[in-house]
Every structure is written in C-alpha cells, then in structure tokens.
C-alpha cells in the first residue's frame, strides 16, 4: 500500500515537500512516480522515476518540481517549489504503474 502525505494550501511562489510511504521494498520496483488530478481534468503525470534511474518531468513543472526517494525508508518524495495557482490539484504516488496511493490535495491560492 501507498500513503502519500504532505499535502495543504500554500501561496503562490511558496514550496510544499510530498511523501509516500511504500508498505512493500521500494527497491524491488523499477518505476515510481507521482501524478495529479485539477478539477474536471484527467490525471496527469508530474514526475517519475523509471528503470536505470532516469526521471522524467511534464514540462510544466521542470524546473519547479523534484522527485526523490529513500530505498532505506521505503519513501518517495516530490520537493515543489515556486508553487503557482495551477499546481491546484489532488497529487498520487504510484509504484510499478500499477499502485496508486490514496492522494493528497495541494492548493496553492493566496
């Protein structure tokens, strides 16, 4: 199981750190990643890792966003920073493209 965290509302330019907590070896998995759903749109990738350790970001938050991971922990973390009204949106952690976690909100207003 998948529990993400970290989730809240923060103003426009400030930074927000997300967490997962993996329930099984995080290490046994190639891919990993985070992904989010705005209001009324389809869910969207926003940053994952893939196998041989590449990352991959929607060119929306390149430059913004960060994706990490602990394989001691078993967590994945995604640092956001510059955060912007459009960053709006419930944020999944998703392991092996096939575990989804229960999701945090993140509101960026002022």
């Known amino acids: 199981q998948l529990q993400a965290s970290g989730g809240g509302l923060v103003k426009p330019g400030g930074s927000l750190r997300l967490s997962c907590r993996v329930s099984?070896?995080?290490?046994?998995?190639?891919?990993m990643g985070w992904y989010r759903q705005a209001p009324g749109k389809e869910r969207e990738l926003v940053a994952r890792?893939?196998?041989?350790?590449?990352?991959t970001y929607s060119d929306s938050v390149k430059g913004r966003f960060a994706i990490s991971r602990d394989y001691d922990r078993n967590m994945i973390y995604l640092q956001m920073n510059d955060l912007e009204p459009e960053d709006t949106a419930v944020y999944y952690c998703?392991?092996?493209?096939?575990?989804w976690g229960r999701g945090t909100l993140v509101t960026v207003s002022s």
């Open positions: 890792f893939s196998s041989g350790g590449s990352t």
């Open positions: 099984h070896t995080l290490r046994r998995f190639n891919a």
């Open positions: 998703n392991v092996a493209n096939v575990f």
